[in-house]
T-cell receptor, first 114, second 113 residues
Framework: ETGVTQSPTHLIKTRGQQVTLRCSSQ?????VSWYQQALGQGPQFIFQ???????GRGNFPPRFSGLQFPNYSSELNVNALELDDSALYLC?????????????FGEGSRLTVL | AQSVTQLDSHVSVSEGTPVLLRCNYS??????LFWYVQHPNKGLQLLLK??????LVKGINGFEAEFKKSETSFHLTKPSAHMSDAAEYFC???????????FGTGTRLKVLA
């Protein structure tokens, strides 16, 4: 069973730039969620995708956007980067309809904005 | 609105002694509750989950948690700490039928030799 994989693992950007983070879901999972984890904090929900559409969003501005592809992989895009966007970005896959609701996380992409 | 509160930001125990990590939740409906562990520079791994079955939930690596509705608590315990347990632990709540998971602020567990 293939786990959740994310790329890149680390990257550095400057303020105002744009970034794309990628995620491959665990085999058999049809839902992907993205979380932002600032240093010393718990993960914060950004949004969730199911069947290539966003079906839930947290308190993040529109410059945070995403895509889900037919193979259930996903991208997180952040435009006009700000210093506060520096964080670990976690992707989690799950199976919609699974009553246990377990999320399976990747190891994250650590973004530093200078 | 649902939320979780982890009552201790840091906990230190000696190897071989019991571990107690405290979590209180707030939810209008029957919640699903989880404990996740995060080792340095790693992703989050599920320790255990409560989904309205047995109130005492056993997880991996000897951890367990008890759901107490009257106290709105879901504390994580382990009888004997091991050095490899040193990590960040997160209590998580998901209200039934929602897509959103609410994480606590985390408890950093330190295990002393």
């Amino acid at each position: 069973e293939t786990g959740v994989t994310q790329s890149p693992t680390h990257l550095i950007k400057t303020r105002g730039q744009q970034v794309t983070l990628r995620c491959s879901s665990q085999s058999g999972h049809n839902t992907v969620s993205w979380y932002q984890q600032a240093l010393g904090q718990g993960p914060q929900f950004i949004f969730q995708y199911y069947r290539e559409e966003e079906n839930g969003r947290g308190n993040f501005p529109p410059r945070f956007s995403g895509l889900q592809f037919p193979n259930y992989s996903s991208e997180l895009n952040v435009n006009a980067l700000e210093l506060d966007d520096s964080a670990l970005y976690l992707c989690a896959s799950s199976l919609l309809g699974d009553l246990t609701g377990e999320l399976f996380f990747g190891e994250g992409s650590r973004l530093t904005v200078l | 609105a649902q939320s979780v509160t982890q009552l201790d930001s840091h906990v230190s125990v000696s190897e071989g002694t019991p571990v107690l990590l405290r979590c209180n939740y707030s939810s209008s409906y029957s919640p699903s509750l989880f404990w996740y562990v995060q080792h340095p520079n790693k992703g989050l791994q599920l320790l255990l989950k409560y989904t309205s079955a047995a109130t005492l939930v056993k997880g991996i690596n000897g951890f367990e948690a008890e759901f107490k509705k009257s106290e709105t608590s879901f504390h994580l315990t382990k009888p004997s700490a091991h050095m490899s347990d040193a990590a960040e632990y997160f209590c998580v709540v998901r209200t039934s039928g929602t897509y959103k998971y609410i994480f606590g602020t985390g408890t950093r567990l330190k295990v002393l030799a």
